[in-house]
């Protein structure tokens, strides 16, 4: 069939960053300000980065394949086991449904059309929600630990359950399993019921907060990588923290994120960095909104996606960004204005080392040693 044509003298890299330069400027009207959760369907953008992904693939893959049914079928089971890697969420109508289609995906794609991601996406997360519900209901009900139980947790063997009834089953041992676990911890109780309601809750929300680049890049590369395991697409914001980690420095704050229940966490200061210079940041202080400038409004980032807040935080080196922070132990929102630098991550970069030993016969020998932190 008729493929776009690409000028075979252009370098792999500059078609790379070619795709990379049409994904941020489409972007850039999106992930700053914050797209709505709902995902409408597929965009035009989302057709033209899918038909030069696979005019590269076809074209300029080592393995000289062709995307073909093969592809489709292999690239529909990475997608699934994306989504449902423990088989809690589908049913198996979902699946057979979803794998009517595993022949005729490669077409699809090949004419830029992603329409069927969106689909099963919205699916997905419709049973996330049931599931949620279920486990709310799990959690308000007493679980006999008495009774030897089995669960079996190697996806591998399972089949999706075939309807709401066994779902249920499955998860009423999950929840009791979650609870055990937990018990071994020393959290029981209300703390433990509490604890489980809010871990499911947030995956939840952290679903619902998958935007189209982020579906767009779960997709591909489950289609990709159907070439081989090490193919991948990049969305702008992968691509981007990838090239940090390729020149171990960024713009921005200094400070390592996690999300925690909902709240982004500092769990890292860098050393010498704009939020140590500013010395009030700390480890476990929860930002619960961010503004730009020294007047810009300021945003609630309480359970927003963690890459939108990274996104928010990071910036031109010699601008400001106001950070709302409760630090650890208090339950006070205080402001910090932080003047963003150029921060080096020197803890990630590659180290050597020569060791000098000596054998059983007191002769000298020299070991070198390579340190990979990132790898």
Request: proline residues 2%; glycine residues 6%; hydrophobic residues 35%.
């Amino acid at each position: 069939m008729q493929r776009p044509s690409i000028n075979r003298g252009t370098s792999r890299w500059t078609r790379f960053l070619a795709v990379s330069t049409l994904l941020v400027a489409g972007m850039s009207a999106c992930l700053w300000t914050l797209c709505a959760r709902e995902l409408d369907g597929q965009r035009d953008q989302d057709r033209r980065v899918t038909k030069v992904v696979t005019t590269l693939m076809s074209r300029e893959h080592l393995s000289q394949k062709e995307i073909d049914d093969e592809v489709s079928r292999r690239g529909l089971k990475t997608f699934l086991k994306t989504l449902d890697p423990m088989k809690l969420y589908f049913y198996q109508a979902d699946i057979d449904q979803a794998m009517a289609k595993q022949t005729d995906l490669d077409d699809e794609i090949d004419n830029g059309n992603i329409q069927f991601a969106y689909d099963l996406f919205d699916t997905f997360l419709k049973r996330v929600d049931e599931r949620v519900a279920q486990v709310n209901t799990l959690l308000g009900q007493k679980h006999d630990f008495t009774v030897d139980e089995e669960m079996i947790t190697d996806a591998d063997v399972l089949s999706y359950p075939k309807d709401s009834t066994e779902a249920a089953e499955r998860w009423r041992k999950r929840i009791k399993y979650d609870l055990l676990v937990l018990k071994a911890d020393k959290t029981e109780g209300q703390e433990a019921i509490d604890k489980l309601r809010r871990r499911y809750e947030n995956f939840a929300k952290r679903m619902k907060q998958t935007k189209s680049d982020d579906l767009l890049e779960m997709y591909l590369t489950a289609m990709t990588s159907s070439f081989d395991p090490h193919t991948t697409y990049m969305s702008p914001s992968t691509l981007e923290n990838f090239r940090i980690q390729m020149r171990l420095n960024l713009e921005g704050i200094g400070a390592a994120l996690s999300n925690i229940d909902g709240y982004t966490t500092i769990s890292k200061v860098i050393p010498g960095g704009a939020a140590d210079k500013h010395g009030k940041l700390k480890p476990e202080d929860r930002v619960v909104s961010v503004g730009q400038g020294e007047e810009g409004e300021m945003v609630d980032v309480v359970d927003m996606s963690l890459n939108d807040v990274v996104g928010m935080i990071r910036g031109k080196a010699g601008t400001v960004v106001r950070l709302g922070v409760i630090p650890d132990g208090s339950t006070e929102t205080k402001i910090y204005a932080i003047t963003r630098e150029r921060i080096e991550l020197e803890d990630s970069a590659a180290r050597a080392d020569i060791i000098e030993e000596k054998d059983s016969d007191d002769a000298s020998y020299k070991i070198g040693v390579i340190d990979l932190p990132s790898f």
